[in-house]
């Protein structure tokens, strides 16, 4: 079965710095790993996905996420934080087997970017 | 935004009242899910739905029914609710069910005292 560790119950960074929110995972196939940003008071909104290919992936409002096989990790990233990128992060996996695979969450990463 | 619309968005109710939850969509995708949020556990998949009438459970349905009558519309159930089903519940579509993406509603805060 299918797994996800977000190791960070919150992250703090400075606006203007470099952001890393964590992600590891685990599938018996090949991984289809998701980035999602959830607001207060609102639904998860997808920010990237890897699927296969290059292992660097870019998505919305600048943030980016880097595949890794041999760590099953797929960290996200963002060159220089917003204030505006505070938010509740999930990171999310699913079997790439045939028939139906479930999407399974991590437990979220708050996202603190102070001024 | 992905054309899902929940309702209610709020709910308070008894221990032991029936409680019928909406999502309704307006993308004409196949696949729609169901999942409750709660602290320290992520998103949990309760039910979801591969067309008209086609419904399968997720990790966490026991307590919960579905129906899906029309494309547009999924209906989650709880026959009698307890408080341990005290939630967030967020539906979500997605075109496919592998490599596509699902968009999530803005999600029911249900309370049941």
């Known amino acids: 079965a299918q797994s996800v560790a977000q190791p960070e119950d919150q992250v703090n960074v400075a606006e203007g710095n470099p952001l890393t929110v964590k992600c590891t995972y685990s599938?018996?196939?090949?991984?289809?790993l998701f980035w999602y940003v959830q607001y207060p008071n609102r639904g998860l909104q997808f920010l990237l996905k890897?699927?296969?290919?290059?292992?660097l992936v870019k998505g919305s409002y600048g943030f980016e996420a880097e595949f890794n096989k041999s760590q099953t990790s797929f960290h996200l990233k963002k060159p220089s934080a917003l204030v505006s990128d505070s938010a509740l992060y999930f990171c999310?996996?699913?079997?790439?087997?045939?028939?139906?695979?479930?999407?399974?969450f991590g437990t979220g990463t708050r996202l603190l970017v102070s001024p | 935004d992905a054309g899902i619309t929940q309702s209610p968005r709020h709910k308070v109710t008894e221990t032991g009242t029936p409680v019928t939850l909406r999502c309704h969509q307006t993308?004409?995708?196949?696949?729609m899910y169901w999942y409750r949020q709660d602290p320290g556990h992520g998103l949990r998949l309760i039910h979801y739905?591969?067309?008209?009438?086609?419904?399968d459970k997720g990790e966490v349905s026991d307590g919960y029914s579905v129906s899906r009558s029309k494309t547009e519309d999924f209906l989650l159930t709880l026959e009698s609710a307890t408080s341990s089903q005290t939630s967030v519940y967020f539906c979500?579509?997605?075109?496919?069910?592998?490599?596509?993406?699902?968009?999530f509603g803005d999600g029911t805060r249900l309370s049941i005292l």
């Open positions: 979500a579509i997605s075109v496919g069910q592998s490599n596509q993406p699902q968009h």
């Open positions: 599938v018996s196939g090949n991984p289809y």
């Open positions: 890897y699927i296969t290919g290059d292992n």
């Open positions: 999310a996996v699913r079997d790439g087997g045939t028939g139906f695979q479930k999407l399974v």
């Open positions: 993308e004409n995708h196949r696949y």
């Open positions: 739905s591969y067309g008209v009438k086609d419904t």
